[in-house]
């Protein structure tokens, strides 16, 4: 077993036994389903929504390459730089050169989970920058010294008291838990940085391939500050989040809106097409955007899966996931958590390390449901089940049980004999009281469950009983 793997199964023991955690977590994924809910049956058809969408992404990334150089085109015209970053070593480099050259101090940031992907921050206060995430969820988490909890919600896992608490111990001045105050507080300092940073640094939602545009969203409005006051601005996406036409924001920000956070729209939608020009009274004098592939073209080169690119992080297929509803987003111990962390990752990062994201699954389906671009990500989650089983090598005893499997359930004498002996092993087990020792054979699933109760006939006979004849 990898050691992610380990260190996932030990914080997932954990985490699921906290029952603290999931009431503060099932409190706000309850309200989250509520909003998004009644939001969904706003739309005249939902479901067509969905399928429009899915097309807009697929035409993008079937078409990536037309669409990628469309964008640099009309971004260089303008006079902004694109940087192609095969790799984050490269991505990180690019942007910590020119912040050296440029002699930054100081960087605002909005959220972006590819600056998380390639570990940017770190990276640059290891150069002596000082480096503030403006979302006020990102500020928070930033503030403990610890990752993103989710793709949208990223302090989702604490309640106002914790932050309250935090701000005090870290900023001093708050008085009440109230979150106006609270925001208020946050605000006081960010402010500060915003003014004084020579450097933004942002994510983008959508790269806008006819017009040359990097579109982001927010609902602090911190990202348009972040990228307006600074004299440099540098935008970093991955290669998948280009749209071929302006006009596809009239429904990919909508439906984004609505399976994020629940709303019609987000507050601050803002394009963004170059450096500020001669007769513009604000901008940054710089503009520059990094592509980033990291492992993403190997997707792309997989026709089974390439529909992994379509996402559009909106986190939906995590709230609605029951696994990352009990272990929470910290125990994956990756950028992108959930179901589409599980899909994605192992592909970023290396089937080996990660191929246990893809049995963080019960493959119930719901993150498939509520995708709104309709990435059947349960099926690519089996996808990555299959190849982990065809590429990496898995202990022999559980070659062994599956080929075990196989064969009892192919043919009806060894189904018939395999029924009685279970049955056989379940009545010993109660006879001795083996299901309460620790010499219980399935002790990791009794110690949280008891044995299932023996059912007085088997499928078999009460097939028989009812219908006749097996
Ligand atoms: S896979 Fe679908 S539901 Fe999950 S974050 Fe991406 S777009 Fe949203």
């Known amino acids: 077993m990898s050691a992610a793997a380990q260190e996932f199964l030990r914080n997932a023991a954990t985490k699921s036994a906290d029952l603290v955690h999931r009431q503060?977590?099932?409190?706000?994924?309850?309200?989250?389903?509520?909003?998004?809910e009644r939001r969904r049956a706003r739309f005249l058809d939902w479901e067509e929504a969905r399928r429009r969408c899915q097309e807009i992404k697929r035409e993008a990334v079937d078409h990536l390459d037309r669409y990628l150089l469309e964008f640099e085109q009309r971004v260089t015209?303008?006079?902004?730089?694109?940087?192609?970053?095969?790799?984050?070593?490269?991505?990180?480099?690019?942007?910590?050169?020119?912040?050296?050259?440029?002699g930054v101090r100081t960087i605002v940031k909005s959220k972006s989970m590819v600056a998380e992907e390639i570990h940017l921050t770190p990276a640059l206060e290891n150069l002596g920058m000082r480096v503030y995430e403006t979302d006020l969820g990102e500020f928070i988490v930033q503030l403990r010294d610890e990752p993103p909890y989710h793709i949208v919600t990223p302090a989702m896992h604490l309640t106002r008291a914790q932050v309250a608490s935090l701000f005090k111990k870290k900023l001093g001045n708050v008085e009440t838990d109230d979150p106006q105050h609270l925001v208020a507080v946050a605000r006081r300092e960010l402010r500060r940085a915003f003014f004084s940073a020579e450097m933004g640094i942002s994510g983008a939602n959508f790269l806008v391939a006819d017009h040359g545009m990097v579109a982001i969203t927010t609902n602090?409005?911190?990202?348009?500050?972040?990228?307006?006051?600074?004299r440099i601005h540098v935008a970093i996406a991955g290669i998948e989040k280009v749209v071929p036409r302006l006009q596809d924001l009239a429904l990919l920000w909508p439906v984004l809106a609505t399976s994020g956070t629940g709303q019609p729209i987000t507050c601050y939608n803002t394009l963004i097409g170059g450096p500020r020009k001669q007769n513009e009274v604000d901008g940054p004098g710089e503009f520059h955007v990094v592509l980033l592939?990291?492992?993403?073209?190997?997707?792309?080169?997989?026709?089974?899966?390439?529909?992994?690119?379509?996402?559009?992080?909106c986190g939906a297929c995590l709230n609605a996931c029951p696994v990352f509803q009990t272990v929470g987003g910290h125990t994956y111990g990756t950028t992108y958590q959930g179901p589409i962390g599980g899909v994605l990752t192992p592909h970023l990062r290396g089937l080996d390390e990660f191929q246990h994201l893809s049995y963080a699954s019960s493959l119930c389906g719901a993150c498939t449901d509520v995708?709104?671009?309709?990435?059947?990500?349960?099926?690519?989650?089996?996808?990555?089940?299959?190849?982990?089983?065809?590429?990496?090598?898995?202990?022999?005893?559980?070659?062994?049980?599956?080929?075990?499997?196989?064969?009892?359930?192919?043919?009806?004498?060894?189904?018939?004999?395999?029924?009685?002996?279970?049955?056989?092993a379940l009545r010993a087990a109660y006879a001795f009281g083996l299901e309460a020792t620790p010499l219980d054979p399935l002790r990791p699933w009794t110690k949280y469950r008891p044995l299932p109760r023996i059912p007085a006939k088997s499928f078999r006979a009460l097939w028989k009983e009812n219908h006749g004849a097996e």
């Open 220 to 230: 602090e409005g911190n990202a348009r500050l972040g990228t307006s006051l600074p």
């Open 293 to 313: 592939d990291n492992g993403r073209s190997e997707l792309l080169a997989d026709v089974e899966q390439r529909e992994v690119l379509h996402c559009i992080r």
């Open 371 to 424: 995708c709104p671009v309709k990435i059947d990500l349960h099926h690519h989650l089996l996808h990555n089940r299959r190849n982990a089983v065809r590429t990496a090598k898995r202990p022999w005893i559980e070659r062994a049980a599956f080929k075990l499997w196989r064969w009892v359930m192919s043919n009806s004498v060894s189904y018939a004999l395999f029924g009685w002996i279970g049955r056989a």
């Open 77 to 102: 015209e303008r006079g902004g730089h694109i940087f192609w970053a095969e790799t984050s070593a490269e991505a990180r480099r690019y942007i910590a050169d020119l912040a050296v050259r440029h």
């Open 24 to 36: 503060v977590i099932r409190r706000a994924i309850d309200q989250y389903n509520q909003v998004v």
